[in-house]
């Protein structure tokens, strides 16, 4: 458990609060490229660790982002009119540029000499991995943009999407290093059928039990309970230059040695799983809106060109992405309608009733005790000692930053392309497959850096 102040350390991300100034730090992905379709195109309204703003992308194809209200008298610029390099208020006609100076006061004659008085607040912004990212700190504490390799590849090698989760960033992002979680709930139950996209080391095991005449499915058995042996499988922690690393080593039946490597970086880029499928790897990005939602940015990307069919079985499965509500960053099964539950399905197919993979986690992070959780009523367990790393190390860094000490981390951008790695070797023992298994998750395999 953590105690009142130190839970309220770790989720409070609103402005000028030790956390809010850790975030303001980094630079964070604001939205998807593609919601600016165009120059000139409508502005979007975004809200980012409490903050309400305006986005827009002008004339020239530069992206700004800047307090929703006009500085004149508090008019939403959400309706301003986007045209020749700057957004004009439709009020009375004050117009900014995207680094926030005001470039024309048409309604009053002392406008010409009076806008060199006025600037709005107004956020820099970078074009990347599809996204666009912004920082939001001190201009004189504006890092190197990270090298997340993503965002050095072509559009054809990744797909990525978002939606909106209403819970805190915290609840959220620790569902990605909770290993006593998935053979409970992604499990497929005894007698239901048996899901391709699961990870074989969470599927229940098939028994052969006879069905009751009255029964119309197999007997549902669901998952079996961890022993010592699971323990030992669920790995160790370590510390990185960015943040953690997830390591796990061990040996089959056959004696073969597996080992796998999986970064967590801060603030909020978990690297979850070893990969998402054959050469795919995943990257879970949880940005606050505030302190009791999020945006969910969910990747799939890889070194080779993804093939259109997987883009597609992600755009309309519903299996890996949800589905939306038509012209929304909003699930069609979520926490208003108990994500659809279906009784019938958890009662003879799976474990949890709920057909989406994400939505599963979903499901168990947006409620716990409210969309805030109080972790002083928590009761933790050894299956929780990655969770318990994070907040460590989130810990300090915040506690450093109320003290006045600025995080070390964004300034080492290198350390951002760090990905998933694993190893499995015939010959040898667990240690090196280990060592392998580390070596690819540190190498950096495409060279480059994004200008800011």
């Known amino acids: 458990m953590l105690t009142k102040e130190d839970n309220e350390l770790l989720t409070n991300v609103e402005k000028g609060s030790p956390m809010g100034e850790v975030f303001r730090r980094f630079w964070i992905p604001a939205l998807l490229a593609s919601e600016l379709s165009g120059p000139d195109c409508a502005p979007l309204e975004v809200t980012l660790l409490g903050e309400s703003l305006v986005a827009f992308r002008d004339t020239d194809g530069k992206v700004g982002l800047m307090d929703k209200y006009c500085p004149h008298r508090g008019a939403s610029l959400f309706f301003g009119r986007n045209e020749e390099?700057?957004?004009?208020?439709?009020?009375?006609?004050?117009?900014?540029d995207v680094d926030g100076n005001c470039v024309d006061i048409p309604n009053a004659p002392e406008g010409d000499a009076f806008k060199e008085k006025i600037h709005i607040k107004a956020y820099p912004c970078v074009e990347a991995g599809s996204l666009i990212w912004t920082y939001m700190g001190p201009a004189e504490s504006k890092p190197p943009f990270p090298e997340f390799e993503w965002c050095n590849m072509p559009e054809d090698h990744r797909y990525v999407n978002k939606f909106i989760m209403e819970c805190n960033y915290l609840q959220a992002m620790e569902g990605d290093y909770d290993p006593g979680h998935g053979p409970f709930l992604h499990t497929v139950l005894d007698g239901g059928p048996q899901v391709p996209q699961f990870n074989n080391n969470i599927q229940a095991q098939n028994r052969n039990r006879p069905t009751p005449e009255n029964e119309p499915f197999p007997k549902a058995v669901g998952p079996?309970?961890?022993?010592?042996?699971?323990?030992?499988?669920?790995?160790?922690?370590?510390n990185s230059d960015?943040?953690?690393?997830?390591?796990?080593?061990?040996?089959?039946?056959?004696?073969?040695?597996?080992?796998?490597?999986?970064?967590?970086?801060?603030?909020?880029?978990p690297v979850a799983g070893t990969t998402a499928g054959p050469n795919t790897y995943s990257t879970n990005i949880r940005v606050p809106i505030d302190n009791h939602r999020?945006?969910?940015?969910?990747?799939?990307?890889s070194y080779e060109p993804i093939p259109k069919s997987e883009i597609e079985t992600y755009k309309t499965d519903g299996w890996y992405f949800p589905e939306m509500i038509p012209?929304?960053?909003?699930?069609?099964?979520?926490v208003h309608n108990h994500y659809q539950i279906d009784r019938n399905m958890q009662k003879y197919f799976n474990y949890s009733g709920l057909s989406c993979f994400p939505l599963q986690d979903i499901s168990m992070m947006e409620d716990q005790w409210g969309s805030l959780a109080d972790r002083t009523q928590e009761h933790?367990?050894?299956?929780?000692?990655?969770?318990?790393?994070?907040?460590?190390?989130l810990l300090k860094v915040v506690r450093n930053m109320a003290e006045g000490t600025e995080p070390e981390e964004p300034w080492r951008p290198e350390a951002y392309a760090y990905h998933s790695g694993r190893a499995i070797k015939t010959e040898g023992t667990i240690d090196e497959a280990v060592a392998e298994a580390k070596a690819m998750a540190l190498k950096k395999n495409i060279a480059g850096s994004v200008a800011v």
Not at 294 to 301: A, C, D, I, K, Q
């Open 380 to 393: 933790l367990t050894s299956s929780d000692f990655m969770i318990i790393a994070v907040r460590r190390r």
């Open 294 to 301: 999020l945006m969910f940015y969910r990747m799939r990307w």
């Open 224 to 238: 079996r309970r961890q022993t010592e042996t699971d323990k030992e499988n669920w790995g160790r922690v370590e």
């Open 85 to 96: 390099c700057g957004i004009r208020c439709v009020y009375h006609g004050w117009k900014f």
């Open 327 to 334: 012209g929304t960053f909003q699930p069609v099964k979520n």
């Open 242 to 269: 960015s943040g953690l690393l997830f390591v796990r080593g061990g040996e089959r039946a056959d004696g073969t040695k597996f080992a796998s490597v999986s970064p967590w970086m801060l603030p909020i880029f």
